[in-house]
């Protein structure tokens, strides 16, 4: 195995600290950060779970991206750049490379569903009786689109914006309920359109996409509601 210095934010001394690490091709991100707890600091704090980018708690950021700790790996960063790990910026930091992801989930409408059709798989081949069900959405809350979204303040974000977005996708018969949501002053008119949102997610989601396409509707939906307005004059 080679070796690696991977450089670690640290709370108690609000600086990073250096640590060696083995690594070979296979080798991520949240296997250097075990092996330094394991080996050097037990106290290390991090989240993660499944270790395989789907639960959405590891992110970080490594070397300035936002990343899934668990899916990032050593080599994938040329051996004369530095390793540096810190934590996501704008969440709420618990210690070290952890968050406290409450308020972020605090965005999401409380009523939003989790199934929906797939938009990857469409040539999959589906078994009997798989009609019936609907598979996860992509969205993994890992925040990284909230992370990266130059707007941080008096703003649902990106993630929230696009589980809306899924909702009128998925129940267009309730598609005003979700577009007066969107148009909150906190909502879609807040966007940029800087678009680092879905360039930094992992699962493909989209949402910077999905806060224009919601845009576009609210718009749309205005136009017909002044139509109609001058139609009944
Ligand atoms: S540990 Fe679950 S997404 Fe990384």
Not at 10 to 17: P, W
Not at 35 to 53: A, K, N, T, V, W
Not at 174 to 185: K, P, Q, S, V, Y
């Amino acid at each position: 195995m080679n070796e690696r210095t991977v450089a670690v934010y640290r709370t108690a001394t609000q600086k990073v600290s250096e640590f060696t690490v083995p690594y070979n091709e296979r080798t991520t991100i949240i296997d250097a950060l075990e092996y330094i707890r394991l080996q050097e600091e037990p106290d290390l704090m991090f989240r993660q779970s499944c270790h395989h980018g789907s639960c959405g708690t590891c992110g970080v950021a490594v070397n300035g991206e936002f990343v899934l700790a668990c899916i990032k790996r050593l080599a994938d960063i040329p051996e004369d750049q530095p390793v540096r790990i810190e934590p996501l910026p704008t969440m709420h930091q618990i210690g070290d490379l952890a968050f406290d992801p409450a308020e972020f989930f605090n965005e999401f409408p409380d009523d939003i569903t989790y199934t929906r059709v797939s938009d990857v798989n469409t040539d999959a081949a589906v078994p009997e009786g798989m009609e019936h069900y609907e598979r996860f959405e992509n969205c993994i809350e890992c925040g990284l689109c909230v992370t990266s979204c130059p707007v941080t303040e008096d703003w649902m974000g990106p993630a929230a914006l696009a589980s809306i977005h899924r909702m009128v996708e998925k129940s267009p018969h309730e598609a005003d309920r979700w577009l007066d949501l969107a148009a909150d002053a906190r909502g879609v008119e807040r966007c940029t359109k800087n678009f680092s949102c879905s360039r930094v997610c992992p699962t493909g989601v989209a949402p910077g996409k999905r806060i224009t396409l919601l845009g576009a509707a609210i718009k749309k939906r205005a136009k017909a509601r002044a139509a109609e307005g001058e139609s009944d004059a």
